[in-house]
């Protein structure tokens, strides 16, 4: 928002406490950025901008002497014109908010976004599950199926198992949704948290494992020890 100075009147104005010489109508004097706090101080151009004198311009419209003389001092100015404001509406109360949603940039940006491919949600699939059997067990409500539309980007694996027992986690994979499921990745828990011979597997910006259609989920590989909770967690993006 700029602060632009127009004398009215048909003669010079100076405005001593700045230095400056506001030359008659119809010329105008931009304050520099690096003096807004000289001119925020100065009692000489709130007087000339009180008579009439002065009139404030904030870069798109005159303000009146109330509007023009806070915008002086630093304070911000209590009414706007907003572009594609059309209902009129006035900032100043406790409630109000700034309208600031560019709907054209919006458009513009998501259709770059769009062209590149770059369009994200991201993905976080967790949940802690009590071990009851031997077996090879699904955990539940860890199940993701990639949107139509859609590539699933892979970020991280992990978990941890509060058993003193080494036990394993499996991602699976189904593509197309039928058929058999086939892993992708296989971590090692021990109590509290991955072995040593383990850490969390993680893959940056992430990689590709899944189109439209696949499905995931994790499993605990079958043990005679499969006893506790275990916490698993993938995160990703649909791309």
């Given at each position: 928002?700029s602060?632009?100075?127009?004398?009215?009147?048909?003669s010079?104005?100076?405005?001593?406490?700045?230095g400056?010489?506001?030359?008659?109508?119809?010329?105008?004097?931009?304050?520099?950025?690096?003096?807004?706090?000289?001119?925020?101080?100065?009692?000489?151009?709130?007087?000339?901008?009180?008579?009439?004198?002065?009139?404030?311009?904030d870069?798109?419209?005159?303000?009146?002497?109330?509007?023009?003389?806070?915008?002086?001092?630093?304070?911000?100015?209590?009414?706007?014109k907003l572009?594609?404001?059309?209902?009129?509406?006035?900032?100043?109360?406790?409630?109000?908010?700034?309208?600031?949603?560019?709907?054209?940039?919006?458009?513009?940006?998501?259709?770059?976004?769009?062209?590149?491919?770059?369009?994200?949600?991201?993905?976080?699939?967790?949940n802690?599950?009590?071990?009851?059997?031997?077996?090879?067990?699904?955990?539940?409500?860890?199940?993701?199926?990639?949107?139509?539309?859609?590539?699933?980007?892979?970020?991280?694996?992990?978990?941890?198992?509060?058993?003193?027992?080494?036990?394993?986690?499996?991602?699976?994979?189904?593509?197309?949704?039928?058929?058999?499921w086939?892993?992708?990745?296989?971590?090692?828990l021990?109590?509290?948290g991955?072995?040593?011979?383990?850490?969390?597997?993680?893959?940056?910006?992430?990689?590709?494992?899944?189109v439209?259609?696949?499905?995931?989920?994790?499993?605990?590989?079958?043990?005679?020890?499969?006893?506790?909770?275990?916490?698993?967690?993938?995160?990703?993006?649909?791309?």
């Amino acid at each position: 928002m700029s602060k632009i100075l127009k004398n009215t009147t048909v003669s010079n104005i100076s405005i001593t406490d700045t230095g400056v010489v506001l030359l008659a109508s119809p010329n105008t004097y931009t304050i520099p950025e690096q003096d807004y706090l000289l001119w925020a101080a100065s009692s000489n151009i709130i007087t000339q901008i009180g008579s009439g004198n002065v009139l404030v311009n904030d870069g798109s419209s005159d303000l009146s002497i109330s509007e023009g003389s806070d915008l002086i001092k630093g304070i911000f100015p209590k009414e706007l014109k907003l572009i594609g404001n059309t209902d009129l509406t006035k900032i100043g109360n406790l409630t109000d908010k700034l309208k600031v949603v560019d709907q054209d940039a919006i458009i513009v940006l998501n259709a770059i976004a769009a062209a590149l491919g770059v369009t994200t949600a991201g993905i976080f699939i967790e949940n802690e599950y009590q071990l009851s059997t031997t077996a090879e067990t699904d955990i539940p409500s860890m199940t993701y199926t990639v949107p139509a539309g859609k590539a699933f980007l892979l970020t991280s694996f992990m978990g941890s198992y509060d058993n003193p027992a080494t036990i394993h986690l499996r991602l699976r994979k189904q593509t197309g949704g039928v058929g058999a499921w086939n892993q992708l990745c296989r971590i090692t828990l021990e109590v509290g948290g991955q072995g040593q011979s383990t850490i969390p597997l993680n893959f940056g910006n992430g990689i590709k494992i899944g189109v439209a259609g696949d499905k995931f989920k994790v499993t605990g590989e079958a043990s005679v020890k499969n006893k506790g909770t275990i916490w698993s967690c993938f995160t990703g993006a649909e791309v």
